[in-house]
């Protein structure tokens, strides 16, 4: 019997995997592949995807199958694949970043693709306003979203899942140079992190003794109590849908519903990233405010450095970039806190910090990360108000009360004498009220359109048509 390819993206599980359950129910013995592509880039995120690829070609083999590996053109090597195999058809989840989507588009003009939804519980062109048009804004979003209905209970691995006999050529694991040598630099990431869908479902057993805390102390980086779920999710070896059902089932147990409801609605957050992404595809790169592309912005490179290392002399903000640098993770509060920081008290574009991410965080997802530096950046659709600048050390005060965090993560603070500590890079003050005046300056500036238009990209050279009143004063 012929073929059909399964080809993994962001779904590296076997377990409640639509797309992979239809190529299943074809009755057709399945050919499984992953192709590394230019979009797995980011250090730690390659990490990631070299174990997570290497536990789910061990999972495949169990069962009697091997797990084909490839790197460069998807279109390429698929279409190769299908003529050196003779299979019938591909089927793959769907992708929603915007390279994704193009590879998606090209394939289908030459092969018989079946793409399934199955990476978030609401389809980004399911949702629209009352109006019509779409959602800037997180709330109404979210209840438009859960309005659509609890999310279809997770399916088991397919009982009938067959591997085809046929070995097409596969480029060794190793070979694809996703693990850093020389250095290794990957001991701290090892050391936090089981990737594949094992961990992940580890991961989602513990989060039963978390729920309780997680409403009061999801924004403690002190206390362990979030659901260290994101990275398992971006790479798909857990689906939002099991993550849902988990949580509903914990619910049932638990003495309140607040954490439940409160980790659910962050999985709305996620939703509303990718819903952000597909509809507004500059968002990696460009404002969605477009008055910030006249943001006096300042690229001084020795803050940079000073930020990416943990040396800015704000101990909090060094104690995130140090725990980022050695685990590939930052707690919540804390990126914000520290992008806050690279944005406002240093004034480096956002960009900047959001390439930083995207090389050093293990789950790094240009959708929740690009949405989410701009929200901080306040050039977002829905974004925290820019002349909203956090102070680091209240910040610290309120959410690392005992200062817990700063001393793991920054350990020569916890000495006596700190010695070797930098002092602070900028005056807090200084740098609060220089933030407030670039602000000012681009507040009432009017470009020609004042907001870009879902799938617009906003143009950089769009001179600004009527100039704020307070820059003019
Ligand atoms: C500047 C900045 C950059 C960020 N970059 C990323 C990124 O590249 N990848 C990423 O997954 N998250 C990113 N986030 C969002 C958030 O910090 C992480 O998702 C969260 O810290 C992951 O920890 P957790 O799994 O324990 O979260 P939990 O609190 O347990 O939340 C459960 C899940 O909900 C989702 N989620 C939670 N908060 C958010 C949020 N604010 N936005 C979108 N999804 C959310 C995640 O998938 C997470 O695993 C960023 C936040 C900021 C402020």
Redo the contacts with the bound molecule.
């Keep these: 019997m012929r073929p059909v390819l399964y080809w993994f993206r962001r779904d590296l599980r076997l377990a409640d995997n639509r797309a992979l359950s239809a190529a299943v129910e074809t009755g057709s013995p399945v050919i499984p592949v992953y192709i590394v592509d230019s979009q797995d880039v980011g250090g730690a995120s390659r990490w990631w995807l070299h174990n997570s690829l290497d536990a789910l070609g061990r999972e495949i083999k169990s069962r009697g199958g091997e797990l084909v590996l490839r790197e460069g053109s998807p279109e390429r090597h698929l279409l190769e694949l299908k003529e050196e195999t003779g299979a019938l058809a591909v089927y793959c989840q769907e992708r929603y970043e915007p390279e994704s989507r193009a590879q998606a588009s090209r394939l289908a003009e030459s092969i018989d693709l079946h793409a399934f939804d199955d990476n978030l519980a609401a389809r980004p062109t399911a949702l629209t306003t009352q109006s019509g048009t779409y959602f800037r804004v997180f709330t109404p979003f979210w209840k438009t979203a859960t309005a659509l209905g609890t999310p279809d209970l997770p399916l088991p691995v397919p009982a009938q899942l067959r591997f085809a006999d046929c070995r097409p050529h596969s480029v060794p694991l190793d070979d694809l140079a996703l693990h850093p040598n020389r250095p290794d630099w990957s001991g701290g990431l090892r050391a936090s992190w089981s990737p594949g869908e094992a961990g992940a479902a580890d991961l989602a057993d513990r ?1 039963e003794s ?1 729920l309780a805390d ?1 409403a009061q102390g ?1 924004d403690r980086p002190d206390l362990d ?10 790479f798909g070896e857990i689906s ?1 849908r099991q ?1 849902w059902h988990t949580v509903k089932q914990m619910e049932l147990h638990a003495r309140s519903t607040a954490g439940a409801e ?2 659910l609605r ?8 990718a819903y952000l992404l597909y509809h507004y595809p500059q968002l990696p790169t460009s404002p969605l405010r477009p008055e910030f592309e006249y943001f006096p912005w300042s690229d001084n490179a020795e803050h940079l450095q000073a930020w990416q290392t943990g040396r800015t002399g704000f101990p909090i903000v060094d104690a995130g970039m140090r725990q980022l640098w050695q685990t590939g ?5 804390v ?2 806190i ?2 806050s920081f690279l944005v406002k008290d240093l004034m480096i574009p ?1 960009q900047r ?2 390439e930083w ?2 090389d050093t ?1 293990v ?11 701009q ?2 950046a306040g050039c977002g659709t829905d974004a925290a108000p820019y002349f909203r600048i956090f102070n680091p050390s209240l910040q610290a005060e309120k959410f690392d009360p005992n200062g817990d965090y700063v001393r793991r993560w920054v350990p020569e603070l916890a000495q006596k004498t700190a010695t070797g500590y930098p002092d602070p890079i900028v005056d807090h003050r200084v740098a609060r009220q220089r933030a407030l005046e670039a602000y000012d300056s681009i507040k009432g500036i009017r470009t020609s359109r004042s907001v870009p238009q879902p799938g617009e990209s906003s143009n950089r050279n769009d001179p600004p048509c009527a100039v704020a009143t307070n820059a003019a004063k």
């Design positions: 989060l978390k997680y999801r109590v979030t659901s260290r779920l994101s990275p398992h999710l971006h939002c993550v409160a980790l962050q999985l709305y957050w996620r939703e509303f990233s993770w930052m707690h919540n509060r990126r914000m520290v992008a956002w910090g959001a991410f995207l965080l789950d790094a997802d240009l959708a929740n990360n690009s949405a989410s530096w929200w901080v």
